[in-house]
């Protein structure tokens, strides 16, 4: 959608994608560590890790979501054809 409407990423955008993306590695390094690992400590910090980086996967992605739509809307009503009478001569 963003390419056939032709919307591009601010910097905030790109902001929180990198975030996010640096979250989901850090949950996968510790469930990784984990695996390694028999401390149940670092079980219960990869899951909390986990459960953020999920959590912020959905609140950017809604976002994200959200200003498509939102773009979509705006765009549907100013490029809508409006209603014309049509004449016969």
């Known amino acids: 959608i963003r390419e056939q409407y032709q919307l591009?990423?601010?910097e905030d955008d790109i902001r929180?994608?990198?975030c996010n993306n640096c979250l989901q590695i850090f949950a996968c390094c510790l469930y990784c560590v984990a695996i390694c690992t028999d401390c149940e400590a670092d079980d219960a910090a990869a899951r909390v890790v986990g459960c953020i980086a999920d959590c912020v996967f959905c609140s950017v992605s809604g976002?994200?979501?959200a200003?498509?739509?939102h773009e979509i809307k705006l765009r549907e009503r100013?490029?809508?054809p409006q209603k014309e009478r049509?004449?016969?001569h």
């Open 78 to 80: 100013t490029s809508a």
């Open 63 to 65: 976002c994200m979501t």
């Open 67 to 69: 200003q498509v739509h």
């Open 16 to 18: 929180l994608i990198r």
């Open 8 to 10: 591009g990423l601010d």
């Open 86 to 88: 049509m004449e016969r």
